[in-house]
């Protein structure tokens, strides 16, 4: 099976080169599942039910999210819908929306870091649990992990080898040169990168994110304009025993 997990999408750039440039990529690579982190598709932080709208109709089929899944409140009663949008599934219990979801004999898992991000749940034990909880669960498990340290990322993936399919780092929109299938199987990338503006600052408008660093003072940011850039992998997993044979790197840029 054929997996494409598509970077952080940054604001209206993002959405465009996703709607550009998708169907060709399924096209070409024979693509069978397609996911794509949402959380910041609304003007570069958040996700709205419009924009949430778009990446589907571009041909997204799981979204994902992370932080800034709460920025706007009409989003929150579609994540109890039967939209197929996660917000991180170590949130603490009681907080609204799923972490996880089946979806055409694949399990996709959103997980949250906690070093320089905030006080969640840990990561580790929650997906220990949701493995021992959810008994007939498919061979494929792919885990999206939107954290923010390195090391957390490369821990959880070397943790969980084995035993998902695949652990994708997301949220530092920097896409990293280390894809790769580790010892037990498992395809892993420290982070995916972002689809949205080359010219920016991890897809704001540069300017005021200098300013920001300047002045030390808070800035309102905006998502940046111009060339904009789809950064993905295509993860392909062998159906029986869901592990990984292989994981590409995939970038391509628009005007």
Not at 76 to 102: A, C, E
Not at 121 to 149: N, Q, S, W, Y
């Amino acid at each position: 099976m054929k997996i494409l997990a598509i970077g952080d999408v940054i604001g209206k750039p993002g959405r465009l080169a996703l709607t550009r440039l998708l169907p060709s990529l399924k096209q070409e690579y024979g693509v069978n599942l397609t996911i794509a982190n949402a959380e910041n598709s609304a003007g570069g932080i958040g996700v709205t039910p419009d924009t949430a709208a778009d990446l589907l109709s571009a041909g997204a089929d799981i979204l994902t999210t992370g932080n800034h899944v709460w920025a706007y409140k009409e989003m929150l009663p579609l994540l109890d819908s039967d939209m197929p949008i996660l917000r991180p599934y170590n949130y603490p219990p009681g907080v609204g929306g799923r972490g996880y979801i089946i979806f055409n004999d694949v399990m996709v898992v959103n997980l949250i870091g906690r070093t320089f991000m905030s006080n969640y749940d840990c990561p580790f034990r929650t997906m220990d649990a949701l493995l021992e909880k959810v008994k007939e669960k498919p061979p494929i498990i792919i885990v999206d992990f939107h954290a923010e340290a390195t090391s957390e990322k490369v821990a959880l993936g070397r943790y969980f080898d084995g035993r998902v399919s695949a652990v994708l780092g997301t949220h530092t929109h920097v896409g990293t040169i280390d894809t790769s299938i580790l010892t037990g199987g498992t395809a892993y990338v420290t982070d995916i990168g972002m689809t949205g503006p080359i010219d920016s600052v991890i897809g704001d408008e540069p300017e005021m994110v200098i300013k920001r660093f300047l002045t030390m003072l808070p800035h309102r940011l905006s998502a940046g304009k111009g060339r904009t850039v789809l950064n993905a992998v295509i993860v392909d997993v062998d159906n029986q025993s869901g592990k990984a044979i292989g994981i590409e790197r995939i970038q391509r840029e628009i005007e």
